[in-house]
């Protein structure tokens, strides 16, 4: 039997875009709240990018809804590094998350993470941007992860990121 996720999934029908993280932090899995690492960009570029009127903090993810956005991992295993996670835990992750999709039907996943999509959808040379698969029958867009771990991303560079993302899901019928 399967443990209980560390971290609740944060969904609801009519969502404009579901995130998807990697897993949860250890600070994440400690607070009981998303992207709560002190080096972690998430809140920070969630409003830089217009998808918020404010930047939340992440003990405020539960508002979520409220803008149209939900967050769930695609592994509920907290680890130091998303690099400690195994192939079969983000295959397994990757089949809940096409469910999920499939359930609450938002009109965009937003992957944050390109590697441990490629791994976990069998999909080697998917890039960042919109993918021609859908997941769940909605469609994917794969953003730069927020981490402070990573560097090759500037706060102004994931800004635009993850703007363009919430411009494309503004274009979608919802």
């Known amino acids: 039997m399967a443990a209980p996720p560390v971290l609740t999934p944060i969904v609801a029908p009519g969502l404009r875009v579901l995130f998807v993280g990697i897993n949860p932090g250890l600070r994440s899995a400690a607070t009981g709240h998303n992207f709560a690492g002190h080096g972690n960009r998430f809140w920070a570029t969630l409003h830089a990018a217009g998808f918020t009127p404010r930047r939340l903090a992440p003990e405020e993810d539960a508002l979520l809804p409220s803008f149209g956005l939900g967050l769930v991992n695609l592994v509920d295993r907290p680890t130091r590094a998303a690099s400690e996670l195994s192939r079969d835990e983000l295959v397994a992750g990757g089949a809940a998350l096409e469910r999920t999709a499939r359930s609450y039907a938002p009109r965009l996943v937003a992957m944050v993470g390109v590697t441990a999509y490629r791994v976990a959808f069998a999909r080697p040379r998917a890039a960042m941007g919109l993918q021609a698969e859908p997941l769940g029958g909605r469609p994917v867009w794969i953003l730069p992860n927020p981490s402070g ?23 979608l019928s919802g």
């Not at 635009?160 to 899901?169: I, L, P, V």
């Open 149 to 171: 771990l990573n560097a090759h991303y500037t706060p102004a560079d994931l800004a635009r990121a993850y703007a363009e993302a919430r411009a494309h899901a503004g274009s």
